[in-house]
């Protein structure tokens, strides 16, 4: 057997580190994908009310559309199947998901179990910083009054408080139970106004919220939490029943 270099361990990884030092730096770790990209896109016009439920979603208009290969937007379209914004219908394919009180019924429960637990651990001192930055940056957005904005600050501040927990798996899961709880709060929202007073009830519940948090009682933030969780549930709850 040759003599190995200085630096060659002979281990594939090491000499796979080794290799591919140089050419690190000029990754497109940035780059998002044509599929995230309709995804993205497809997500925003469903939250917005641009698509409707029970829409389809022709894969070759919506190529022809974009200027994009068909196989680009089936795979954003399955990206948002797993967000479950879309379904497969026999017969009619891709089509805008119905929200449905089943559905939300089952997005609370996981909320309860998830953020009931995340507020009962004690943030240290940098969590706790950092759930003050996720109020802030609600704040920040409640000013601009727009519904989108509002849910997505709304529901990061939420994900902040999951990440109590400290698991990155969680923290993935989380993203999709918001992606898919963000059609029904942006329901809520225009049919309550709330973007238009976020003042009234949005920002005093998420203060209180916070402050529980912060209270280092676990009992009093699960309970806040809960309560919290509650309210918002019977709500809209409340509108799919009666639409």
Do not use: C
């Not at 591919?20 to 469903?46: F, G, H, K, M, Y």
């Not at 914004?85 to 998830?114: I, Q």
């Not at 109590?164 to 329901?187: K, Q």
Request: negative net charge.
């Amino acid at each position: 057997m040759g003599a190995e270099t200085p630096g060659d361990s002979g281990h594939p990884q090491a000499r796979g580190r080794a290799g591919a030092a140089a050419t690190v730096p000029d990754l497109a770790l940035t780059r998002v994908s044509a599929a995230e990209q309709v995804a993205e896109l497809l997500t925003t016009q469903i939250l917005e009310g641009v698509l409707g439920a029970g829409v389809r979603l022709r894969e070759s208009a919506l190529a022809a559309q974009l200027g994009i290969s068909r196989n680009s937007v089936r795979e954003g379209i399955r990206l948002l199947e797993q967000s479950r914004l879309v379904r497969y219908e026999m017969h009619r394919g891709a089509v805008v998901a119905t929200p449905s009180v089943d559905e939300l019924d089952d997005l609370y429960v996981t909320r309860k179990r998830l953020e009931g637990a995340a507020a009962a651990v004690a943030p240290d001192a940098e969590q706790l910083a950092a759930l003050h930055d996720a109020f802030d940056a609600f704040i920040a957005v409640a000013e601009r009054g727009q519904a989108r904005e509002i849910v997505a600050a709304d529901l990061a501040f939420h994900a902040k408080m999951v990440s109590l927990l400290g698991s990155r798996r969680i923290d993935v899961f989380y993203a999709g139970v918001a992606t898919e709880m963000s059609y029904y709060l942006m329901l809520l929202s225009y049919v309550d106004h709330e973007h238009e007073h976020p003042w009234e009830l949005l920002v005093p519940h998420h203060r209180a919220l916070l402050d529980a948090l912060a209270s280092g009682r676990p009992e009093v933030a699960r309970t806040a939490i809960e309560r919290h969780l509650d309210e918002n549930h019977a709500r809209i709850r409340q509108i799919l029943l009666d639409s």
